[in-house]
């Protein structure tokens, strides 16, 4: 069972910068894939990045590319997520996740808890 710890969210003013931490225990493999997911109130859940573990293949979504950045530290077992100029409208709950396709649709079998950004204006 793949547990996933989420860190790193905060407050942060447009334009900056975070880095997401996602810890997983349980055991991943070089086939398993890990991403990311988000959600504003109101809206539905939102692919952000993913990639193999081994880091062959790696995705984003068009309103992040070019901003966030997602890598992975085998010794850790943890996988980041640094997102630059940031806009409010990257304000979200943001999910770490483990599977085993890259894709931008929620199939992944493995979900943490969340963690909160927020991009004031």
């Known amino acids: 069972q793949v547990q996933l710890v989420e860190s790193g969210g905060g407050l942060v003013q447009a334009g900056g910068s975070l880095r997401l931490a996602c810890a997983a225990s349980?055991?991943?493999?070089?086939?398993?894939?890990m991403g990311w997911f988000r959600q504003a109130p109101g809206k539905e859940r939102e692919f952000v990045a993913a990639m193999r573990w081994s880091a062959v293949t790696t995705i984003y979504s068009n309103s992040v590319e070019g901003r966030f950045t997602i890598s992975r530290d085998n010794t850790k077992n943890t996988v980041y997520l640094q997102m630059n100029s940031l806009k409010p409208e990257d304000t979200a709950v943001y999910y770490c996740?483990?599977?085993?396709?890259?894709?931008?649709?929620?199939?992944?079998?493995?979900w943490g808890q969340g963690t909160q950004v927020t991009v004031s204006s």
């Open positions: 996740v483990v599977g085993d396709v890259v894709t931008p649709t929620a199939e992944y079998d493995y």
């Open positions: 349980g055991g991943i493999s070089r086939n398993d894939v």
